[in-house]
Every structure is written in structure tokens, then in C-alpha cells.
């Protein structure tokens, strides 16, 4: 699934420090590309509410299972 995003949207591998990450382009040409920074940047805020407590753990499954086909 991994390589088969970087096809669909030139993700690609990168180090951050000692963390190796997966980044969009710096300059988003397609629709596509803008989408999954915005499911990207949702992910992020909701990934931190849970850690933080802010979201319940049924909350965000319900988030995620929204996203199934």
C-alpha cells in the first residue's frame, strides 16, 4: 500500500532527526494531492485529541471507520 501511494501522490520517504516520515510534495499540483493533506492534517489533529484525552477511543474509530468503502 505504501509504494502504491507514492505513485498515486508522490509521497516519499524522508528523515526527520532520527524518524524516517512520509511527506507530500511541497508544492500539491493535483486535487488529489490537496485531499489527502487535508485527510493528513484531520488524521493529525485527531491522533493528538485521543492521546490528549480530548477524544474518546470510540470517537475516533468512528472517524477512521468513515472512511471505509
Same mark, same amino acid.
Given at each position: 500500500?505504501?509504494?502504491? /501511494?507514492?505513485?498515486? &501522490?508522490?509521497?516519499?520517504?524522508?528523515?526527520?532527526? +532520527?524518524?524516517?516520515?512520509?511527506? *507530500?510534495?511541497? =508544492?500539491?499540483?493535483?486535487?488529489?494531492?490537496?485531499? /489527502?493533506?487535508?485527510? &493528513?492534517?484531520?488524521?493529525?489533529?485527531?491522533?493528538? +485529541?485521543?492521546?490528549?484525552?480530548? *477524544?474518546?477511543? =470510540?470517537?475516533?474509530?468512528?472517524?477512521?471507520?468513515?472512511?471505509?468503502?
Amino acid at each position: 500500500m505504501l509504494f502504491e /501511494l507514492e505513485e498515486a &501522490f508522490c509521497l516519499e520517504p524522508i528523515k526527520v532527526g +532520527d524518524t524516517v516520515v512520509l511527506a *507530500l510534495p511541497e =508544492d500539491l499540483n493535483s486535487e488529489d494531492q490537496e485531499a /489527502l493533506a487535508k485527510t &493528513f492534517r484531520h488524521w493529525y489533529r485527531n491522533n493528538r +485529541d485521543l492521546k490528549d484525552g480530548e *477524544l474518546r477511543r =470510540d470517537e475516533y474509530v468512528a472517524w477512521k471507520d468513515s472512511f471505509k468503502a
